[in-house]
């Protein structure tokens, strides 16, 4: 049973532009959140999606966005990318009240 | 911000059990405290949550005291496999409310 996916693992881009971050939920979730960990720090909630809508949001800029597929799958949108965006992006997905289940990132580092 | 606080890091001998204290003095009666933790490199993986009794696993015991202001997760015999930093969360665990907000955790030493 496959647990939560991510791609790319690693991505290097340049200040200005823009860059989409894959989810794979783990079987039979419905749910997914994002999260940006910068280095030394615990994740920050960017935003949750369920049912192919953004339900939650963090204090997160418009130039991160999100969407969701009928397979539940996502993506992870940041436009206009600035040095601060350098962060690990994390994917979480979940059923109902069930616990998080965590992917292990995508390193996105801005030159 | 965060609804909790743990120390900073902590140090513990191969073997021995961890103790790992957290704060969540303005916890609602709703939510539950979870426990998660991230070994370098990877992403959080869940431990164990409770809301007002202790709870066990095959990871960990969870200790939630009587008036619920603080909590202890136990590693009953801790390995060098569980250095990493722990989170403690509290969580209304709804569906309609499912944010999870991160401190800054407690980064655990298991020495040899």
């Known amino acids: 049973d496959a647990g939560v996916t991510q791609s790319p693992t690693h991505l290097i881009k340049t200040r200005g532009q823009q860059v989409t971050l894959r989810c794979s939920p783990k079987?039979?979730?419905?749910?997914v959140s994002w999260y940006q960990q910068a280095l030394g720090q615990g994740p920050q909630f960017i935003f949750q999606?369920?049912?192919?809508?953004?339900?939650q949001r963090g204090n997160f800029p418009d130039r991160f966005s999100g969407h969701q597929f009928p397979n539940y799958s996502s993506e992870l949108n940041v436009n206009a990318l600035l040095l601060g965006d350098s962060a690990l992006y994390l994917c979480?997905?979940?059923?109902?009240?069930?616990?998080?289940?965590f992917g292990d990132g995508t390193r996105l580092s801005i030159l | 911000d965060a609804k909790t606080t743990q120390p900073t890091s902590m140090d513990c001998a191969e073997g021995r059990a961890a103790n790992l204290p957290c704060n969540h003095s303005?916890?609602?009666?709703?939510?539950?405290v979870y426990w998660y933790r991230q070994i370098h490199s990877q992403g959080p993986q869940y431990i164990i949550h409770?809301?007002?009794n202790n709870e066990t696993n095959e990871m960990a015991s969870l200790i939630i005291t009587e008036d619920r202001k603080s909590s202890t997760l136990i590693l009953p015999h801790a390995t060098l496999r569980d250095t990493a930093v722990y989170y403690c969360?509290?969580?209304?665990?709804?569906?309609?409310?499912?944010?999870?907000?991160f401190g800054p955790g407690t980064s655990l030493s298991v020495i040899p």
């Open positions: 979480a997905s979940s059923l109902d009240s069930q616990p998080q289940h």
């Open positions: 969360i509290v969580r209304v665990a709804r569906t309609s409310y499912d944010k999870v907000i």
């Open positions: 409770g809301l007002k």
């Open positions: 999606y369920y049912e192919e809508e953004e339900r």
């Open positions: 303005t916890i609602s009666g709703n939510e539950y």
């Open positions: 079987s039979g979730h419905d749910t």
